[in-house]
C-alpha cells in the first residue's frame, strides 16, 4: 500500500486516535511529578490537547473535569459542577440574550446603516465606517454575528463601486472589451473606460489600452480584500472593550475571583474604562495599515476622474440610503429594545465604577454584582410588550384579540444563546479551581522562576506576544484557560502586581489575525472566495505587532494609573505567603508587613 493512501487513512481516524493515544503518551505525569499536582497536571495537558486538535468538541473537552478531578482525586463532584454556573456566567448569558433581542427587531442594522450614511462611501472613510460599526457592534453581539451582518452590506456597496465581483476578477486575468461594460451602464469608481467626445457630429471613443484597464481592475479588487478584511479584525478588536464582549474577558474575571478573593478593581465599568481607549487606539492604527496596504489611501483616490468617481460614489450613497430608507421609522419594540440596551450599558458601567460612587452603596456591600444587573434588564424583555400598548384596546369590543408578543422570547433566546462557550467558561474555571487547590499553580509558578530576570515592561510584550500567536492556532477561550494560571503565577513569583501580566494575557488571546482558522469571522470572510491565506498572514502580521505595540502601551501608561500596577497590592499576598517564604522571594520588610 502506498505511503500517500495509509496517510489519507490516518487522517480520517487522526481525531479519534489523538484521543485514544494522548492519554497514554503522557501516562509518565501521573508517575514523575508529586501524587497531586502530576495528576492535575495530567488533566491539564489531556484537555489542552483536545481543545488545540479539536479531537473532541471544545463543550464536551470541557466537561471532562466533572468526571476526571473526581475520580482522581484532584477536588470533588461537589466543588467542580458549581464551577460551570458562576456569576460571571450569569453575566455572560445576560449580554448574550440581550444580543438576541437587538438581532431579533434588526437593531443592529439601523445602526450599521446609520454610521455608514455618516461616514460616506469614499474607499477609506468607508473602511473606517466598516471599522467602527463592526467594531462597536462586538462589543455586545457576538463577533461572528457581526462579521456575518456586516459582510453582505459591504458587499451590496462594493457592488454600486466597481461592479460584480466575477467579472472584476475575469479583467484582471484578461482584457476584455470595455464597451461591453458601457453597454451595462457601469461607470467603475476610480475608473474610465472610455471619454466619449463629439467632433462634426460622429461620436469618437477613446478607449484605454488592455495594460491601463487590466491595472485599474486589479486596483479595484486590491481594494475590496481590504473592505473585506478589515470587518473580521474590527469585530475582534471591539470584542475586546467589554466584559461580555468575548469569553476570555470573562475568564479573567473568573479566575480573578478564583484566585484572588479580595481584588475588586476589575469589573464591568473599570474595563471599559481601560480597553475602551484602548480599542480604539488600535483600531485606529490597524484602519491606518489596512487602508494603505489596500489602496484606501492611494493618491488616485483623490485626483483622478472626478466626474465617474462621483458618479459611482453617489450610486453607493443612493444604496446605502435605499437601504435605510426601507427599515422604515423605529417602531415600538426597536425604541424598546434601545431603551432597555442604553439602560443595561449605563447601569453596568455605573454600578460601581471606582472612581466615583455607585448605585451598588443603595444595597448590602458585596450582595449585588454585573451579573444581577444584567439578569435585572434582560428578564424585562420576556414580558414587555413588543406593541405601543393601548388604553382603547379595552374599550374597544372589535379590538383584536390575539396575545401580546414580548420583546423576546424563550424560543428565540434559546435558539441565539451558544450554551457551548458557556460551558467552555465552566470547563475553564473548574480546571483554575483544580489548580489551585492541587497546588500545580504554584508548583509551575516555582519552575518559572528564571523568567524574574526579564524586566516586566519586556515581559507584558512577550506574554502578550506568545498568546497572540498560539492563539492563530487555538481557540481563544481555550488559549486563555491554558495560561492564565500559570501567568498569575509567574506574576506571584517575580512579585509583579498579577494585573500587569493578566490583563495583556486576555486581550491579546483575541489578536488572532493571521490565518483563516484562527477565528470564525476570519473564516467567513475568507469562504468569500476573494481572500488568500498569503493576504491575511500579510495583513494579520502587522496588525499582531501593532496589537502588541498598543496594549503595552495601554498597561505602561493609563493602565497603570487605573489599577495601581506600581506596587504589589495586598489582595495577592495571601496566596503568595506560602510560596514565597519557601522560595525566600520576598524582602524582610514585607515578610514584617505580612506577619503583623
Known amino acids: 500500500m502506498e505511503i500517500s493512501v495509509v496517510y489519507k487513512k490516518l487522517w480520517c481516524v487522526h481525531k479519534q486516535l489523538v484521543v485514544l493515544l494522548t492519554p497514554l503518551v503522557f501516562l509518565p505525569l501521573l508517575f514523575t511529578l508529586p501524587e497531586k499536582e502530576g495528576k492535575c497536571l495530567y488533566v491539564v495537558v489531556l484537555m489542552a490537547m483536545f481543545w488545540c486538535t479539536e479531537a473532541l468538541p471544545l463543550a464536551v473537552t470541557a466537561m471532562l473535569p466533572v468526571c476526571l478531578f473526581p475520580t482522581l482525586g484532584i477536588l470533588p463532584a461537589k466543588k467542580v459542577c458549581p464551577q460551570y454556573f458562576l456569576e460571571t456566567n450569569f453575566l455572560f448569558l445576560s449580554g448574550l440574550i440581550m444580543a438576541s433581542s437587538i438581532e431579533e427587531w434588526g437593531l443592529h442594522r439601523r445602526i450599521a446603516l446609520k454610521v455608514l450614511t455618516i461616514v460616506g462611501v469614499k474607499p477609506a472613510w468607508l473602511i473606517l465606517g466598516m471599522m467602527l460599526t463592526s467594531s462597536f457592534l462586538s462589543m455586545w453581539l457576538s463577533n461572528t454575528a457581526t462579521t456575518a451582518m456586516m ?40 475608473t474610465v473606460y472610455c471619454i466619449t467626445r463629439m467632433t462634426d457630429g460622429t461620436e469618437q471613443t477613446d478607449v484605454r489600452n488592455a495594460e491601463e484597464l487590466r491595472s485599474e481592475s486589479e486596483y479595484q479588487l486590491k481594494v475590496w480584500k481590504g473592505f473585506l478584511i478589515c470587518i473580521p479584525y474590527a469585530a475582534s478588536i471591539g470584542g475586546t472593550a467589554t466584559l461580555t464582549g468575548t469569553a476570555p474577558n470573562l475568564i479573567l474575571i473568573g479566575q480573578l475571583k478564583n484566585y484572588f478573593p479580595d481584588c475588586d478593581l476589575i469589573n464591568f465599568g473599570s474595563w471599559f474604562a481601560f480597553a475602551f481607549p484602548l480599542m480604539l487606539f488600535f483600531l485606529f492604527f490597524g484602519w491606518l495599515w489596512i487602508t494603505f496596504l489596500y489602496g484606501g489611501l492611494n493618491a488616485r483616490l483623490c485626483s483622478k476622474k472626478q466626474d465617474q468617481r462621483a458618479q459611482a460614489e453617489a450610486r453607493a450613497k443612493a444604496l446605502i440610503d435605499e437601504d435605510y430608507r426601507k427599515l422604515g421609522p423605529i417602531n415600538f419594540a426597536e425604541g424598546a429594545i434601545s431603551f432597555f440596551f442604553v439602560l443595561f450599558a449605563v447601569l453596568l458601567f455605573t454600578r460601581d465604577p471606582k472612581f466615583v460612587t455607585g448605585w451598588s452603596v443603595f444595597f448590602k456591600k458585596g450582595y449585588v454584582s454585573d451579573a444581577v444587573t444584567g439578569v435585572i434588564i434582560v428578564s424585562i424583555l420576556f414580558f414587555f410588550p413588543s406593541e405601543k400598548p393601548s388604553l382603547r384596546w379595552w374599550f374597544d369590543p372589535q379590538g383584536s384579540n390575539t396575545p401580546y408578543v414580548p420583546l423576546l422570547s424563550w424560543k428565540k433566546a434559546q435558539e441565539s444563546v451558544p450554551w457551548n462557550i458557556i460551558l467552555l467558561l465552566g470547563g475553564g474555571f473548574a480546571m483554575a479551581e483544580a489548580c489551585e487547590e492541587s497546588g500545580l499553580a504554584s508548583w509551575m509558578g516555582g519552575h518559572l522562576q528564571p523568567l524574574a530576570e526579564v524586566p516586566p515592561a519586556a515581559a507584558v510584550m512577550l506574554i502578550t506576544a506568545f498568546l497572540a500567536c498560539f492563539t492563530e492556532f487555538a481557540s481563544n477561550t481555550a488559549t486563555i484557560i491554558i495560561f492564565l494560571p500559570v501567568i498569575a503565577e509567574l506574576a506571584i513569583h517575580v512579585s509583579v502586581n498579577p494585573l500587569y501580566f493578566m490583563i495583556p494575557a486576555t486581550v491579546g488571546c483575541s489578536y488572532a489575525f493571521m490565518l483563516p482558522v484562527s477565528t470564525p469571522p476570519n473564516s467567513i470572510a475568507f469562504a468569500s472566495g476573494l481572500l488568500m491565506v498569503k493576504d491575511m498572514v500579510k495583513t494579520g502580521f502587522v496588525m499582531n505587532i501593532l496589537g502588541i505595540l498598543s496594549v503595552s502601551l495601554a498597561m505602561n501608561t ?18 503568595n505567603k506560602s510560596v514565597v517564604v519557601t522560595d525566600v522571594h520576598i524582602s524582610p520588610v514585607q515578610l514584617l508587613n505580612t506577619t503583623l
Do not use: R
Open 151 to 190: 459582510l453582505p452590506i459591504a458587499n451590496a456597496i462594493l457592488e454600486s463601486l466597481f461592479g460584480d465581483l466575477q467579472t472584476l476578477k475575469k479583467k484582471c486575468k484578461t482584457a476584455e472589451d470595455p464597451e461591453a461594460d458601457i453597454s451595462n451602464g457601469k461607470l467603475h469608481v476610480f
Open 558 to 575: 493609563w493602565g497603570v494609573a487605573m489599577f495601581n500596577l506600581n506596587t504589589y497590592p495586598e489582595w495577592a499576598h495571601p496566596i
